[in-house]
């Protein structure tokens, strides 16, 4: 038996370990490791591997306090799902579960933002906000806004439609709020 195998799917948010073995060359972010511990016994673990850098995979996450011995096996989480289900590596269980949170996302996602949309972007200035009135006071709100939310991967949009659709979710996100 292979210790902490409900952790690791709580941690990863999976309905269950991954099948596709990893191919030992290609980068991944999220990965399950089967890691032997130093008493013999075998346990799952969270590791990362970047191509680039690492010439193993990193081991990011134990749930246990016994230190491991080695890595035997690792699983790719992929890291995005996309409508067709048929093509993970799922088993049939996971792939019917997997399926509702699909059509429960895609009913979240139309579920009236086309409307508010349109409503919104015809009363808001050209920059969402009205004291940002050009793309440079754009960027230096949103460098400022991740800062001050803790954002450090927030990389700022090169386009002005993109740096727009931003400013529009930050601006959503905060209308929400109130």
């Known amino acids: ?12 948010n999976l309905p269950s370990i991954p099948k596709r073995d990893w191919d030992g060359l290609s980068s991944f972010q999220d990965g399950v490791a089967i890691v032997s511990l130093s008493l013999g016994r075998q346990a799952y673990a969270v590791c990362t591997f970047d191509a680039n850098t690492d010439r193993e995979p990193r ?8 230190p491991f011995a080695s890595i035997d096996k690792v699983f790719v989480v992929p890291a995005y799902m996309g409508n067709d289900i048929t093509e993970t590596d799922l088993d049939d269980e996971s792939k019917k579960h997997a399926e509702q949170l699909a059509a429960e996302a895609q009913e979240l996602e139309n579920k009236g933002t086309v409307d508010e949309a349109l409503e919104n972007a015809e009363t808001l200035p050209e920059w ?3 004291e940002i ?6 960027i230096a709100y949103l460098r400022e806004y991740n800062r001050i939310n803790g954002i450090r991967k927030g990389k700022i949009p090169s386009n002005d439609e993109t740096i727009k659709m931003r400013l529009y979710n930050i601006y959503m996100s905060n209308k929400n709020r109130k």
């Open 1 to 12: 038996m292979i210790e902490f195998e409900k952790e690791v799917i709580a941690y990863l």
């Open 59 to 66: 081991i990011t996450k134990v749930f246990g306090i016994e």
């Open 128 to 130: 969402i906000f009205p």
């Open 133 to 138: 009135q050009d793309r440079e006071h754009a």
